[in-house]
């Protein structure tokens, strides 16, 4: 019995070094969320280019970042949302993207890219956009009105949530007054924090999980929230639907960007190019349930899937929204008003 | 006088808490809600998803290769750490108390990223085998604690005699020092086996391309995936689990 424990046990010792030594084929190696990328495509990626695709996966950027930054390598395409692309493009963890690598970037939608932290593509590629919103139970709103100043009504009031974000929940009261998300304007972020705290004595709480089992569950009638999660909240409960209040809201991004370390940057370019052909990118939008800002492959898509508010907010809304910038020094301004609302009665 | 009922309102609790969560998740496994917010009927929809989903059982592999053969690592070394430990008293062992103890006291995070910047600084390639390591570095010092609380109550003189009736030492801690380890061994052994299986942070940093753990996995679905599908693989580990247990339980009776 012991012998058998034994070679069992330094069979499996031996397995784990025999597992790391590499195959004759090629392997591209993506660091992505679970769940992010339709496995089909995937497959369809290895069968033509004969080669193997390793996922592997993170939970939040900044785990990612704090990784990659004491030195971690392997990984030849990284999925960072579009600020930390940024943050990790100035401190130069990441390539540059050579364009005449990808001759599908024409699929993408340039006046859309145009709007985002990385207008030129000069260090990442877009894959899928998302957006911070109103979700609201259907029966239990009477007159809604897609506009962040449902935050004033009194009749519903105790049953709203706002996120415990402060660029979001400042940026909506920004939005609200008529000013941008990004504004280090003195005089229009204090008119933003006096809306605020109005707001606040009509809101239940600023949180986002509670929330979003509150709306479920009956007990919340509005909330600020991100799109992916509110698709996933009607999914569940068909009386709650999303909406981008008509004032504006805030756009982020996921991209794709190659790091400094890859070690397999030309099957890097061949997988993001692929991605980018319309028939991959329309898989992926269906399996994720996010709009990709790829015009060519929103023409495969369904009518259905473009129609839908939570994915595809109407033109002259979307002209209204903003990026999320991070605002370096300016960034204690938001904390200083922040403090403010909090503390306000 | 009557029995005070206090202990077993402990003793309900104390199950309850411990049970309860176990229910509600294998009740959850065949909720056909996503969140689980309410009952939205029953269905087999999670169980069959998981079975098709490749890099759950991929993740799996990886854990239980790394689970397995790190506890048995830890295992060997942690004894022999504690009978050292135990036997002699020098300065030297003062020291070498105070770095098995280490482990137990440092904050994961700080562990997991200063394993992290030490494989780098070696260029250890990160993978299966980093993974391997810094599990093996902390499962130890549990294991050592574990059997040295077991020391504690050994009586070093049987040893002594059964050297002095002849027997080798080879067969005197066959026959009597591991003996009377064994218990200390096998709660040292699951509990490197639980540790290994569910550690996050310390992982996370140490993992490389091609080494995701079910724990990294999970953490990552949070933001795309469906709880659902973990919820039908916990109730298949502990299905599994409570198997193992109970076979072995039977093979001991048979024995005695």
């Known amino acids: ?345 | 006088m009557k029995k005070s009922r206090f202990p077993l309102y402990i003793t309900i609790a104390i199950l309850v808490f411990f049970y309860l969560p176990i229910i509600i998740v294998f009740a959850q496994s065949f909720n056909a809600s996503r969140f689980g917010g309410e009952w939205k009927g029953f269905t087999f929809h999670w169980y069959y998803k998981l079975f098709s989903d490749r890099n759950i059982w991929h993740a799996l592999t990886n854990t239980l290769i790394i689970a397995l053969s790190s506890t048995f690592v830890s295992l060997v070394l942690g004894t022999i750490a504690a009978f050292a430990l135990y036997k002699y008293k020098t300065k030297l062992q003062i020291g070498h108390n105070i770095l098995i103890y280490f482990p137990l006291v440092i904050p994961d995070i700080l562990m997991g990223i200063s394993l992290l910047l030490f494989f780098v600084s070696l260029k250890v390639g990160l993978g299966l085998f980093t993974i391997f390591l810094a599990h093996v570095t902390f499962s130890m010092s549990y294991v050592a604690m574990v059997v040295l609380g077991r020391f504690q109550d050994f009586d070093y003189s049987i040893m002594e005699a059964a050297l002095d009736l002849g027997a080798t030492w080879r067969t005197a801690v066959r026959k009597i020092m591991i003996p009377y380890l064994m218990p200390g061994i096998a709660a040292g052994g699951l509990l490197a086996f639980t540790l290994s299986l569910d550690d996050f942070v310390i992982t996370f940093f140490v993992s490389g391309p091609d080494s995701t753990t079910l724990p990294l996995y999970i953490y990552s679905m949070m933001r795309h995936g469906s709880p659902s599908v973990i919820n039908a693989l916990s109730v298949l580990m502990v299905a599994f689990t409570f198997i193992i247990v109970f076979i072995s339980k039977k093979l001991l009776e048979a024995k005695e």
């Open chain 1, 1 to 345: 019995m012991k012998k058998f424990i034994l070679t069992a046990i330094s069979v499996t010792v031996i397995a784990i070094s025999i597992s790391s030594c590499s195959k004759g084929k090629q392997t591209l190696h993506v660091y992505n969320w679970a769940d992010y990328m339709n496995p089909a495509v995937i497959t369809k990626f290895e069968q033509k280019y004969n080669c193997t695709v390793v996922m592997n996966y993170f939970d939040s950027n900044e785990a990612l970042y704090a990784k990659l930054k004491a030195g971690a390598s392997g990984y030849d395409i990284l999925f960072p949302s579009g600020y930390m692309a940024k943050i990790m493009y100035e401190q130069k963890m990441i390539k540059e993207i050579d364009h005449s690598k990808l001759k599908n970037l024409k699929n993408l939608d340039q006046p859309f890219i145009k709007k985002a932290l990385d207008p030129e593509l000069k260090y990442s590629v877009p894959y899928m956009v998302t957006y911070c919103g109103i979700a609201y139970n259907k029966k239990k709103v009477k007159n809604f009105k897609p506009s962040w100043s449902m935050y004033d009504r009194k009749d519903i009031a105790g049953r709203m949530t706002l996120l415990n974000d402060l660029r979001e929940v400042i940026g909506a009261a920004l939005k609200f007054n008529g000013y941008k998300y990004n504004t280090v304007n003195n005089a229009e972020l204090e008119k933003a924090k006096d809306t605020v705290i109005r707001w606040k004595k009509n809101i239940a709480k600023f949180d986002v999980d509670e929330a979003k089992r509150g709306l479920s569950s009956g007990e919340f009638f509005l909330i600020q929230v991100y799109n992916g999660d509110a698709i996933q909240l009607i999914q569940e409960n068909e009386d709650i639907t999303f909406v981008l209040p008509e004032e504006g809201t805030s756009i982020s991004q996921d991209d794709f960007v190659i790091p400094e370390s890859a070690k397999n940057t030309e099957l890097a370019y061949r997988f993001i190019d692929f991605l980018l052909e319309p028939e991959n990118a329309k898989d992926n939008m269906e399996f994720v349930y996010y709009l990709s800002p790829n015009l060519a492959a929103q023409k495969l898509m369904s009518k259905e899937f473009m129609s839908d508010p939570a994915i595809n907010p109407p033109e002259d809304v979307l002209k209204k929204c903003d990026y999320l910038m991070d605002l370096g020094a300016d960034n204690i301004k938001y904390s200083e008003l922040w403090d403010k609302i909090k503390s306000a009665k």
